[in-house]
């Protein structure tokens, strides 16, 4: 079982910057993949950023520009770097890693969530 401690939300005026950061334990297999995903009051959970453990990136079209995904893998951490915030940008944070089995079968775990307001 894979265990996600998420960090580094609060609460910050328009225009300003938070990083996040989600440490990754327990894991059996190998991480495939980390990312970010947000869910803003009354509306569906989102894809924000990913990162393979390639380095390959991948951002939701919102974010672009001014979100940067990042990982330390000797520390199976990510992070994700929150920069030009909006107040759409206010929601709770949630790390997800992928892990794959040497069967090549895929895992996905959540971490708890970590809220993000950005005031106007």
């Known amino acids: 079982q894979v265990q996600l401690v998420e960090s580094g939300g609060g609460l910050v005026q328009a225009g300003g910057s938070l990083r996040l950061s989600c440490v990754a334990s327990g894991s059996r297999f190998s991480i495939d993949a980390m990312g970010w995903y947000r869910q803003a009051p009354g509306k569906q959970r989102e894809f924000v950023a990913v990162?393979?453990?390639?380095?390959?990136?991948r951002y939701a079209d919102s974010v672009k520009g001014r979100f940067t995904i990042s990982t330390d893998n000797a520390k199976n951490t990510v992070y994700l770097q929150m920069n030009s915030l909006r107040p759409e940008d206010t929601a709770v944070y949630y790390c997800?890693?992928?892990?794959?089995?040497?069967?090549?079968?895929?895992?996905?775990?959540w971490g708890q969530g970590t809220q993000v307001t950005v005031s106007s």
């Open positions: 990162i393979a453990t390639g380095g390959d990136t």
């Open positions: 997800n890693v992928r892990t794959v089995s040497v069967l090549g079968v895929t895992y996905n775990y």
